[in-house]
Nanobody
């Protein structure tokens, strides 16, 4: 299973950006999907998660600004980032818990990361 993230770039404060992450491979079922970020000199933190049923959770600092969604038919998770701030600057990683068709067990997978830079 591979996760391919895209959509990062440079955006001005107050602007918007949309991240996408597509899962591919021997997928039986994708359970929780999420976005994490790691800023320079800081630990990786969970930004938003979404269950297979659509239940979402966000860290406090992005509530009301970011929206996570998923398209189960396309094995894709999105992160719509609005009203971005300089402190949102980080490498964003997608994450998924995937039940694989090869052995029917669930594993955690990470995407390669996409850099988001918010200029002030």
């Amino acid at each position: 299973v591979q996760l391919q993230a895209s959509g990062g770039g440079v955006v001005q404060a107050g602007g918007s950006l949309r991240l996408s992450c597509v899962a591919s491979g021997s997928i039986l079922r994708i359970n929780v999907m999420g976005w994490y970020r790691q800023a320079p000199g800081k630990q990786r933190e969970a930004v938003a998660t979404i269950s297979s049923g659509g239940s979402t959770a966000y860290i406090e600092s992005v509530k009301g600004r970011f929206t996570i969604s998923r398209d189960n038919a396309k094995n894709t998770v999105y992160l719509q980032m609005n009203s971005v701030k300089p402190e949102d600057t980080a490498v964003y990683y997608c994450h998924a818990i995937v039940a694989v068709s090869t052995d029917l067990r669930s594993y955690a997978y990470w995407g390669q990361g996409t850099l988001v830079t918010v200029s002030s």
